[in-house]
């Protein structure tokens, strides 16, 4: 079975600064790799998967990730935070497209 | 209009009382999925279906059952309630070799 760790439970971060959030994952093989967002009182948002191909994958938002087999890591990056970038990221890893761990997830604060 | 839909929002009730949380989609997806957010753990999978006639146990789902009534719609059940069930509920839809889309959550509080 899969599982994922994000080492980070909350970072904060000045506007305009850049942003990584840390994935680890446990898995044999290449795992389905998802970030996903959520801000209060609603639900997840995808930003971006990663299944197969290029290991430099670009999300919406302005956010990127970058799998790293080597590592066993799946971090999100973003240049550089704006205000609204304010909410709870959510790493999630599976053998497949429908069974998914997610990490505990990752609280970002922006400061002005 | 949302494309998966989740009723009630918010639910207070209390220990033993049957629970219906109901989830529609408006996305024409093939697969359903009900999750628990617990605060420090992430979500957590409790049930999943592929089609009307194929439901799954997720990682959690003692305590809970689900009924795909129609492609569209997917509700968990809660029979007896207990006060660690209060969690956040979310639906979420696929398709195959897609990602998940999530509703917006019910919160759940059992007294």
């Known amino acids: 079975a899969q599982s994922v760790t994000q080492p980070d439970i909350h970072i904060t971060v000045s506007e305009g600064a850049s942003l990584e959030l840390r994935c680890n994952y446990s898995?044999?093989?290449?795992?389905?790799l998802f970030w996903y967002v959520q801000s209060p009182g609603q639900g997840l948002q995808l930003l971006l998967k990663?299944?197969?191909?290029?290991?430099l994958v670009q999300g919406i938002k302005g956010f990127e990730a970058e799998f790293k087999r080597s590592q066993s890591s799946f971090n999100l990056r973003k240049p550089s935070v704006h205000w609204s970038d304010a909410a709870e990221y959510f790493c999630a890893v599976g053998a497949n497209d429908y069974k998914l761990s997610f990490g505990a997830g990752t609280t970002v604060t922006v400061r002005a | 209009d949302a494309d998966v839909t989740q009723t009630p929002r918010n639910r207070i009730t209390k220990t033993g009382k049957r629970i219906m949380l109901e989830c529609s989609q408006t996305k024409g997806h093939d697969r359903m999925y009900w999750y628990r957010q617990d605060p420090g753990l992430g979500l957590r999978l409790i049930y999943y279906?592929?089609?009307?006639?194929?439901?799954n146990k997720g990682e959690i789902s003692d305590g809970y059952s689900v009924s795909r009534q129609a492609q569209a719609k997917f509700s968990l059940s809660l029979e007896s309630a207990i006060p660690n069930q209060t969690a956040l509920y979310f639906c979420?839809?696929?398709?195959?070799?897609?990602?998940?889309?999530f509703g917006d959550g019910t919160r759940l509080s059992i007294l």
């Open positions: 979420a839809t696929s398709e195959r070799n897609q990602p998940q889309h």
């Open positions: 279906s592929f089609d009307v006639k194929d439901i």
């Open positions: 898995y044999g093989a290449t795992p389905y």
């Open positions: 990663y299944f197969s191909g290029d290991t």
